[in-house]
């Protein structure tokens, strides 16, 4: 209960909330009630510790949003799902612990910054310019690619993030809870106007759907774990630039 209240204190009360309309300022006031803190704390455990997620929870509203102030062009706009504070919440914890559990293992590969502790995206770019002044210096060779992993979310296989989430200590029950609300979501429309009647999603006769959502509260952690794997792997085939040091070097940075 002590975490749950933690978490609605530093949560924002203009966040929107899902479809059912539990927004953040109910769950605010209820953290001040014991009674009521303490229930909602049990949902929430009760879907971490069983794998089960709700039927409330498997709804979501998507909403596109700007990248680029005044860019009204449809490609230039990314759809985030807008899911229930609760669940969210759950999801977020999940991003914790991994990014925590990562951190005191020392499981994440020294080459991909941004997102963590001490760390701060500039440093590739400041990177990238060193070793690019360096090759030159030295009338070196390299073959550089910059790869901006366009919809990176929607290609994660969900045995690979169970695998990778598993690896750095996340447990089987919340993990299944989370993939079972994406298989099962069905995704509304909201726009300025209203919302849409129809939904698309969550057919279980058709085969069930990969990558996990946009605005997933757990994902950037999840592509964090994937990412990482990726990258030892890259450096494991001789991938990189290994003339400055022993090892190969990959930047590699989520946006």
């Known amino acids: 209960m002590e975490d749950h209240i933690s978490a609605m204190k530093k949560s924002k009360e203009a966040t929107t909330g899902g479809r059912s309309g539990l927004n953040v300022g109910m769950f605010k006031a209820n953290s001040k009630v014991p009674e009521l803190a303490q229930l909602d704390a049990s949902m929430r455990s009760l879907s971490n510790y069983t794998g089960y997620s709700y039927k409330r929870s498997q709804t979501c509203a998507d909403v596109q949003l700007r990248k680029r102030s005044g860019n009204i062009n449809a490609e230039e706009h990314r759809t985030i799902c807008v899911s229930e504070i609760d669940s969210n919440t759950n999801l977020k914890l999940i991003g914790k612990q991994a990014m925590w559990n990562s951190e005191r293992a020392k499981a994440l590969t020294r080459d991909n910054l941004g997102g963590r502790k001490g760390m701060r995206p500039v440093e590739v770019s400041m990177n990238q310019r060193l070793l690019y002044d360096l090759i030159r210096a030295k ?100 991938y990189g630039y290994a003339d400055v040091s022993d090892e190969s070097c990959v930047f590699c940075v989520r946006r």
């Not at 009647?197 to 952690?221: E, F, M, N, V, Y």
Request: one cysteine or more; hydrophobic letters at 40%; aromatic letters at 8%.
């Open 139 to 238: 009338r070196g060779r390299a073959v550089i690619m910059s790869n901006d992993a366009w919809g990176c979310y929607d290609r994660i296989a969900r045995i690979a993030i169970l695998q990778a989430l598993w690896r750095l200590g996340i447990p089987r029950p919340p993990i299944l809870a989370m993939l079972e609300m994406i298989q099962n979501m069905q995704h509304y429309i909201r726009t300025a106007f209203r919302e849409s009647t129809r939904s698309c999603g969550g057919d279980p006769s058709k085969h069930a759907p990969q990558g996990i959502l946009q605005g997933d509260r757990a994902g950037p952690a999840g592509w964090f774990a994937i990412c990482s794997i990726m990258i030892d792997c890259m450096k494991a085939e001789g």
